[in-house]
Structures are given as structure tokens and as C-alpha cells.
């Protein structure tokens, strides 16, 4: 990942990527994490947008699809952005059917017998980024990769985007943004410690820390 340190540096500074040992964040399933990701901050800020964008059309290039493909809503700007610097067709991935008209759960065009990269903003266990990847594939497509700005980098992520036959790869990940941010001197040592104890084992981090688990939402 050529780019992970300069993206990892983006995220932090334009705050799409926060970090809070003190007072840990609180997810939908309840688990407490002492990191939040919300890319959408970056579609703001014009510099911080182009480095992104750049760095995702580099990888598309690679792979040279067919077609560009967006999970909604978070990666549907990223994909229209790739999708004119590179030249080719773009569809987006509801995350359900419409339940009217045509009921399409991909807009835009028909990807059948295409060959077709994802893009994604955040990739956590996979479940969701997984669906929009099977998605494609039962509409006909051959999925070449899944390209994310970010990744929590739990283990289990890679293993599933394996079985599916489809390659994964990250502009940034979980690692080089804390070490960007202890390099910043936003961590200590000892958070550094905590925040990697977290990569480990998000379940039970918070418990083990002082900061019960909440219901799911």
C-alpha cells in the first residue's frame, strides 16, 4: 500500500478518522472502540479528495474493469470521480432491492459478462462490503477486486473476500493511521497499546477497559 501513510496522515487531519481512548465510541452493535471512521468528511475538502481519488483511480488502472462499481451511498462519489478519470462505465450497489418498478439492486447499467471493480470507503468485518461484491457476481459480473480507502483490519475480513474469489486491497489501513497518530503525538505509548489491544479483540476491549458494552441499537 504505497499510499497508507499519506492517506492514513488525510484521515486524521480532516478528521474522517477519530480517535478517543478516554471516552470510547459507542457502535450499533454495542461494542465500545476507541476509533470512528466517517469518510464522507473527505468529499469536503477538495485537496484531501483529489489525493484520495488519485490513488483510487491508480488502483483501478491495475485492474483495467470493465465497469466501476459504488457501494451506496458512502462509495458512490468515489466511484463517479474514478470512473470519469479512468474513462469507463459506472454503477452503483443498493444494499437492498428498491421494492417498486424495476426492483434493482444495481443502478445504472448491466454489468453482465463485464468484468467489474468495487470500491468501498471503510471495510470493517466485511459482511456488508461482501454483499455488494456477491451482488455483482450474481448479476453477471466477474469481480476483479475491492478497493477501500480504509480497513479495520480484522482478521477475519480477508479470509471472506478469499472464499468469494475476490482480491481486496486498501488505500490506508487500522495500522498506519496509529502510528500516524502516535507519530503526530495524538497516542501515547500506553494508548498505542490500547488501541492495537482493541484491533485484537473489538468484543471484549471495552469490558476489559472500564467501558461496558452497550445494546445492540
Not at 469507463?88 to 444494499?95: D, E, G, L
Not at 456477491?134 to 466477474?142: P, S
Not at 487500522?174 to 492495537?196: C, K, T, V
Request: glycine residues 6%; contains cysteine.
Amino acid at each position: 500500500m504505497k499510499h497508507a501513510r499519506n492517506i492514513a496522515e488525510i484521515l486524521l487531519e480532516k478528521q474522517a478518522v477519530t480517535l478517543n481512548l478516554d471516552e470510547p465510541y459507542t457502535y450499533a452493535s454495542g461494542i465500545r472502540s476507541p476509533i470512528y471512521c466517517d469518510n464522507r468528511r473527505l468529499m469536503f475538502f477538495p485537496d484531501a479528495r483529489k489525493t484520495v481519488c488519485a490513488a483510487f483511480c491508480e488502483e483501478v488502472a491495475a485492474f483495467n474493469p470493465d465497469v466501476i462499481a459504488g457501494t451506496a451511498t458512502s462509495a458512490v462519489p468515489w466511484a463517479a470521480w474514478a470512473a470519469s478519470c479512468t474513462d469507463k462505465p459506472m454503477v452503483y450497489i443498493r444494499k437492498t432491492a428498491k421494492g417498486y418498478g424495476k426492483q434493482k439492486l444495481i443502478e445504472g447499467g448491466d454489468i453482465q459478462g463485464k468484468t467489474v471493480v468495487v470500491l468501498e470507503d471503510l471495510v470493517s468485518t466485511g459482511g456488508s462490503s461482501l454483499n455488494a461484491v456477491r451482488a455483482c457476481q450474481e448479476a453477471g459480473g466477474a469481480v476483479l477486486a475491492m478497493i477501500a480507502i480504509f480497513t479495520y483490519e480484522f482478521a477475519d475480513a480477508p479470509q471472506k473476500f478469499a472464499e468469494a474469489g475476490c482480491e481486496i486491497r486498501f488505500l490506508t489501513n487500522f495500522s498506519a493511521l496509529i502510528q500516524a497518530a502516535a507519530a503526530r503525538g495524538a497516542l501515547s505509548p500506553e494508548q498505542l497499546a490500547m488501541a492495537q489491544a482493541w484491533n485484537r479483540d473489538p468484543q471484549n476491549w471495552g469490558p476489559q477497559h472500564g467501558f461496558p458494552n452497550a445494546a445492540s441499537a
